[in-house]
């Protein structure tokens, strides 16, 4: 069995979701392990069945466990709830409730980290990414998790020459995941706003994947890039396939992909197709997906342009 548990968080740690629940199924019907237990969690969660995910974890009674098992099965279960349940205020509290039981509460706050950035607090994310990196006892995931979080966050505020010391940091914790497209956007963001699309397409090319939520949110990322580029065919192309895919999910990359592809149609000079990708970005926008607000004001002025309304247009979604 424990070579079933280690295989199948190899297979979590490079992103092969269905590879990770077989075998920590498999290492299950041998008997219960609290290892094998969060691996398939985690591997249903990211593939974006986050109630599977929820039932798996309360298999597991928080009182008998020790510190390091209880940040082990919290974290999940917290990111589980903000993300793929919609339930950010809910994960955000329970999360605060368990850091008041431990006493080293460093991988908590990285994953609190997160959720600021996530919920629009870059600058709150900056500031619990820095107390995170300069404990000397965080552990990797805890590094990996705060740096991929401040990565992006520093970009998204303009402080382009913190992005790639951040993103090296994060890869090195060795804990990628789908942390890697959070460090992968920081790193495109900062190359696209300093005007070097090449780096940005160099960045993208490294997170090609065949199925699953991951290969939906590469596409996201490239079609950005497209986006910039002025490739709007290319751009609408990814986003018509990653959209619809990541709607079952509960990622924040979701609402995002609607949001570029309104833009895209509205550059298009596709009107109505604009709308309807902007009403479905809308509707699934809210308090987990809030670092992307600059990029729905952007939709919903590209789509008046595109429907020829000047009230509506980019001068009034700037004011707002």
């Given at each position: 069995?424990p070579d079933l548990v280690d295989a199948a968080a190899a297979a979590l740690a490079r992103g092969d979701l269905a590879a990770a629940e077989e075998q920590a199924r498999s290492a299950l019907a041998d008997g219960t392990s609290l290892p094998a237990l969060l691996t398939l969690a985690q591997a249903l969660a990211w593939q974006g069945?986050?109630?599977?995910?929820?039932?798996?974890?309360?298999?597991?009674?928080?009182?008998?466990?020790?510190?390091?098992?209880?940040?082990?099965?919290?974290?999940?279960?917290?990111?589980?709830?903000?993300?793929?349940?919609?339930?950010?205020?809910?994960?955000?509290?329970?999360?605060?409730?368990?850091?008041?039981?431990?006493?080293?509460?460093?991988?908590?706050?990285?994953?609190?980290?997160?959720?600021?950035?996530?919920?629009?607090?870059?600058?709150?994310?900056?500031?619990?990414?820095?107390?995170?990196?300069?404990?000397?006892?965080?552990?990797?995931?805890?590094?990996?998790?705060?740096?991929?979080?401040?990565?992006?966050?520093?970009?998204?505020?303009?402080?382009?020459?913190?992005?790639?010391?951040?993103?090296?940091?994060?890869?090195?914790?060795?804990?990628?995941?789908?942390?890697?497209?959070?460090?992968?956007?920081?790193?495109?963001?900062?190359?696209?706003?300093?005007?070097?699309?090449?780096?940005?397409?160099?960045?993208?090319?490294?997170?090609?994947?065949?199925?699953?939520?991951?290969?939906?949110?590469?596409?996201?990322?490239?079609?950005?890039?497209?986006?910039?580029?002025?490739?709007?065919?290319?751009?609408?192309?990814?986003?018509?396939?990653?959209?619809?895919?990541?709607?079952?999910?509960?990622?924040?990359?979701?609402?995002?992909?609607?949001?570029?592809?309104?833009?895209?149609?509205?550059?298009?000079?596709?009107?109505?197709?604009?709308?309807?990708?902007?009403?479905?970005?809308?509707?699934?926008?809210?308090?987990?997906?809030?670092?992307?607000?600059?990029?729905?004001?952007?939709?919903?002025?590209?789509?008046?342009?595109?429907?020829?309304?000047?009230?509506?247009?980019?001068?009034?979604?700037?004011?707002?």
């Amino acid at each position: 069995m424990p070579d079933l548990v280690d295989a199948a968080a190899a297979a979590l740690a490079r992103g092969d979701l269905a590879a990770a629940e077989e075998q920590a199924r498999s290492a299950l019907a041998d008997g219960t392990s609290l290892p094998a237990l969060l691996t398939l969690a985690q591997a249903l969660a990211w593939q974006g069945r986050g109630t599977e995910a929820d039932a798996v974890l309360a298999q597991v009674d928080p009182a008998g466990l020790a510190d390091d098992e209880l940040i082990a099965w919290a974290l999940p279960r917290a990111a589980n709830q903000f993300w793929m349940l919609d339930q950010p205020e809910r994960a955000t509290a329970f999360l605060r409730a368990i850091r008041g039981r431990l006493s080293s509460a460093v991988t908590i706050d990285a994953l609190l980290c997160t959720f600021a950035m996530n919920a629009g607090g870059p600058q709150r994310a900056l500031e619990i990414a820095e107390s995170v990196l300069s404990c000397d006892h965080a552990e990797d995931r805890a590094v990996g998790w705060a740096a991929a979080a401040a990565g992006l966050s520093a970009a998204r505020m303009g402080r382009f020459d913190q992005v790639d010391g951040l993103a090296a940091r994060a890869g090195a914790a060795g804990h990628p995941g789908v942390l890697r497209f959070t460090l992968a956007y920081g790193q495109i963001t900062a190359r696209l706003m300093t005007g070097d699309i090449g780096a940005a397409d160099a960045v993208a090319e490294g997170l090609v994947c065949d199925t699953g939520p991951s290969r939906a949110i590469a596409l996201v990322l490239r079609a950005d890039i497209a986006l910039a580029r002025g490739a709007l065919d290319e751009a609408v192309e990814a986003l018509r396939e990653a959209a619809p895919a990541l709607s079952t999910t509960g990622y924040s990359w979701g609402p995002l992909a609607w949001m570029l592809l309104a833009q895209a149609h509205a550059q298009q000079g596709r009107a109505v197709d604009a709308a309807k990708a902007l009403s479905r970005a809308e509707s699934r926008h809210g308090l987990k997906s809030m670092l992307f607000a600059p990029e729905l004001t952007l939709a919903r002025a590209w789509t008046a342009a595109a429907r020829r309304d000047p009230r509506r247009g980019a001068d009034r979604q700037c004011v707002r």
